[in-house]
């Protein structure tokens, strides 16, 4: 997948889009290049949620610096703890997470079966609305299951068992991890929603390439199309000489 954030094209990716799901997809395809192996919008869709995550941490890493840093402060002393986390860290937990094909939970006698929620699934369920988050897990949960019938009337308690088992199949898609600080040895446990990271960061990059466009044309006098047609590696020059004063 090529880089984010050196053509005209990502200028057009509207991170406001209110269905996020709808939004990962779009960026991915955006990105996906030539590759011969990618029939599309739908081929991103029909992905775990767990491996489009990893494709779009994948982008930022292209981008910007392949370790992730998360700063936070440790439940007890307050110390300010810095959790670092490697592209290759989290791609290894999604191979893990890639030999589950179905999650099975036992009730009543029974082995309720569901498959992983795919993007698809993600952009339906983000265009539908719930009056609670029981209602929203019923429904997700049903439409998982590979026996539908077999899911219906399921209590709270065995949806919430059935949501962690889910979630443990797909480990980056409601991230958490638990670290020691080093100043009063407490055990913190910490959530991190790395697609929120991920879209911030884009969108971030998005903006400096505004930025970059802005400067060049006040400075040069070149419309948007002339600043394109020149190389992002000569941009950045340009960008260098005119911090300098040149």
């Known amino acids: 997948m090529r880089r984010f954030g050196t053509n005209e094209s990502d200028l057009a990716i509207d991170f406001a889009a209110g269905n996020e799901a709808v939004l990962v997809t779009r960026i991915l395809e955006h990105c996906a290049g030539d590759a011969a192996d990618v029939a599309g919008a739908d081929s991103f869709r029909s992905l775990t949620v767990g491996r489009r995550l990893e494709r779009l941490l994948t982008l930022v890493a292209q981008s910007e610096s392949s370790t992730f840093t998360f700063p936070f402060h440790c439940a007890a002393c307050h110390e300010h703890i810095e959790l670092e986390l490697t592209l290759e ?21 029974q082995s309720l079966e569901f498959r992983k929620p795919r993007g698809s699934d993600q952009e339906l369920w983000g265009g539908m609305s719930f009056p609670d988050q029981a209602e929203a897990l019923r429904v997700m949960v049903g439409t998982l299951a590979r026996r539908p019938e077999a899911a219906a009337n399921l209590d709270i308690h065995l949806i919430d068992r059935i949501d962690e088992a889910l979630d443990d ?6 991230f958490r991890c638990r670290i020691t600080c080093a100043e009063c040895a407490t055990s913190n446990e910490l959530a991190i929603d790395l697609c929120s990271v991920a879209l911030g960061t884009l969108r971030r990059i998005q903006r400096q390439l505004i930025v970059t466009v802005h400067r060049l044309a006040s400075h040069y006098h070149w419309s948007e199309q002339e600043i394109f047609a020149v190389p992002h590696w000569r941009r950045q020059e340009y960008l260098e000489l005119i911090a300098a004063g040149a």
């Open 89 to 109: 860290e989290l791609r290894e937990q999604q191979r893990q997470a890639d030999a589950i094909e179905t999650v099975v939970v036992e009730h009543g006698g």
């Open 169 to 174: 199949a797909d480990p980056l898609v409601n």
